[in-house]
């Protein structure tokens, strides 16, 4: 649970929540759900403990208690920091959510970044940086974005690749990381979601970025209306059967057909898909698609809101 919520703001409350936690991992569910059920009458806009108390009733094999505890605490936080409408959304086996909420992706960011490139490379081994390069591999580049950048794993990478680096990323602590490395000319702090078509780019990277946002019709029609003719973008996603799917771990995998469906309805003629293992997950191989996309049959100046672009 994110640190942000650990606080009720009451004393009684919170000591209450220790307790129940310490019921929970002694094995006795059934009493941490009942203390803290108590407990949060006194903290009824609490989040946390709803998102908490959701988490219990789920592994005690309750989803309905689950759903409707993880939208009080929806209710109480509607920026959804702690992802509680994605964990809703597994629940029900019906996902409705086709983009993990910023605020949520920006909190979980800012508390991984300083162990995160110990915890991605040496432990989970992620690999997508590198696997873009090699894909990519003998080309150098002018302009270069590097979509999502967190830490800086793929300005990494590709620094001796291209002339101009610019990284940009939703979490301020990630920033911190990436400006340490002095490995890019510019960073931005900025929700993906929301890019506007400015600048333009010879090389645009989104390494791991693209299971944080789901629907990728949006951000993929900017990568082509911020491309510089013969630009190239790259990018991986993991490896779905359906359009789109919301995993356990709250990340969205895409399917083969759906991925270069939204690239030929934004304008890319030429794309190169290969099958890897992107990262390990609890001991297993995460596989995906490294994707990298050029020949964009037409550079008008767009904004890129993929309005009218349907879900494969």
């Given at each position: 649970?994110?640190?942000?919520?650990?606080?009720?703001?009451?004393?009684?409350?919170?000591?209450?929540?220790?307790?129940?936690?310490?019921?929970?991992?002694?094995?006795?569910?059934?009493?941490?759900?009942?203390?803290?059920?108590?407990?949060?009458?006194?903290?009824?806009?609490?989040?946390?403990?709803?998102?908490?108390?959701?988490?219990?009733?789920?592994?005690?094999?309750?989803?309905?208690?689950?759903?409707?505890?993880?939208?009080?605490?929806?209710?109480?936080?509607?920026?959804?920091?702690?992802?509680?409408?994605?964990?809703?959304?597994?629940?029900?086996?019906?996902?409705?959510?086709?983009?993990?909420?910023?605020?949520?992706?920006?909190?979980?960011?800012?508390?991984?970044?300083?162990?995160?490139?110990?915890?991605?490379?040496?432990?989970?081994?992620?690999?997508?940086?590198?696997?873009?390069?090699?894909?990519?591999?003998?080309?150098?580049?002018?302009?270069?974005?590097?979509?999502?950048?967190?830490?800086?794993?793929?300005?990494?990478?590709?620094?001796?690749?291209?002339?101009?680096?610019?990284?940009?990323?939703?979490?301020?602590?990630?920033?911190?990381?990436?400006?340490?490395?002095?490995?890019?000319?510019?960073?931005?702090?900025?929700?993906?979601?929301?890019?506007?078509?400015?600048?333009?780019?010879?090389?645009?990277?989104?390494?791991?970025?693209?299971?944080?946002?789901?629907?990728?019709?949006?951000?993929?029609?900017?990568?082509?209306?911020?491309?510089?003719?013969?630009?190239?973008?790259?990018?991986?996603?993991?490896?779905?059967?359906?359009?789109?799917?919301?995993?356990?771990?709250?990340?969205?995998?895409?399917?083969?057909?759906?991925?270069?469906?939204v690239l030929q309805a934004a304008g890319f003629s030429t794309f190169a898909r290969?099958?890897?293992?992107?990262?390990?997950?609890?001991?297993?191989?995460?596989?995906?698609?490294?994707?990298?996309?050029?020949?964009?049959?037409?550079?008008?100046?767009?904004?890129?809101?993929?309005?009218?672009?349907?879900?494969?």
């Open positions: 649970m994110a640190a942000w919520g650990l606080s009720s703001g009451d004393l009684i409350v919170d000591r209450r929540f220790d307790f129940a936690e310490g019921l929970a991992a002694g094995g006795d569910l059934r009493a941490a759900v009942e203390l803290l059920t108590e407990a949060m009458e006194r903290a009824p806009d609490w989040p946390a403990g709803w998102f908490r108390l959701g988490e219990w009733h789920e592994a005690l094999g309750d989803p309905t208690a689950a759903v409707a505890a993880w939208d009080r605490a929806l209710r109480a936080d509607p920026g959804d920091r702690l992802g509680a409408g994605l964990k809703r959304d597994l629940a029900r086996r019906v996902p409705v959510a086709e983009a993990m909420p910023a605020a949520f992706v920006e909190a979980l960011f800012d508390q991984y970044a300083p162990s995160f490139d110990t915890a991605l490379v040496d432990k989970l081994g992620y690999r997508a940086p590198w696997l873009l390069r090699d894909a990519l591999a003998g080309r150098h580049f002018g302009r270069a974005m590097d979509l999502g950048c967190g830490t800086g794993l793929a300005g990494e990478a590709f620094r001796g690749a291209v002339d101009w680096l610019e990284g940009c990323d939703i979490s301020a602590a990630m920033l911190g990381q990436a400006q340490a490395k002095g490995i890019y000319d510019r960073l931005e702090k900025a929700d993906l979601a929301a890019l506007e078509v400015g600048a333009r780019f010879d090389l645009i990277l989104a390494a791991d970025v693209f299971v944080y946002l789901g629907a990728l019709e949006r951000i993929v029609a900017w990568c082509a209306g911020s491309l510089e003719p013969g630009g190239v973008l790259a990018f991986t996603v993991e490896a779905g059967e359906e359009p789109l799917t919301l995993r356990e771990s709250r990340r969205f995998a895409h399917s083969a057909g759906y991925v270069e469906g290969k099958e890897a293992v992107l990262r390990q997950d609890r001991g297993a191989d995460i596989r995906g698609f490294v994707v990298v996309a050029t020949g964009l049959a037409r550079q008008a100046d767009r904004q890129g809101d993929g309005e009218g672009m349907a879900l494969a």
